[in-house]
């Protein structure tokens, strides 16, 4: 492995850990319950090796998957939003800067709907 491709794992793993941590600090300070899924979620994706595919952060109470390399999103990079909406209600999106390729309202996080963005966005180029 090349130290660059080091260097975008190093980079995606570390956004993992804090996104992760973020939830489970607001979890734990007490009412934020619904967002009890969404770190679910990243957990059970970390495990499963997602990790290597894709930074994840946040912006607001929204979890953002990309492929891009630097912190902070540039208008043109594509990425997946979940915005939750209430508990078991979400809002998920596919887009780069006012371009919105897909929009649903699902209420599982394992709804083949967001399986699927997430796997067009895992199959788009790392910048």
Do not use: C
């Amino acid at each position: 492995m090349n130290s660059r491709t080091e260097e975008i794992l190093n980079r995606f793993e570390k956004s993992w850990t804090e996104t992760y941590d973020r939830y489970e600090m607001l979890i734990n300070n007490g009412g934020f319950d619904k967002w009890i899924p969404i770190r679910d979620l990243i957990a059970e994706m970390k495990e499963n090796g997602e990790w290597k595919y894709f930074r994840i952060g946040t912006s607001m109470f929204t979890l953002i998957f990309s492929r891009s390399v630097e912190f902070r999103l540039r208008t043109d990079q594509k990425h997946v939003k979940i915005e939750t909406l209430d508990f078991n209600e979400y809002e998920i999106t596919m887009r780069d800067g006012d371009n919105l390729y897909r929009e649903y309202r699902i209420t599982d996080l394992k709804d083949e709907k967001l399986k699927k963005l997430l796997n067009t966005l895992k199959n788009t180029l790392v910048d």
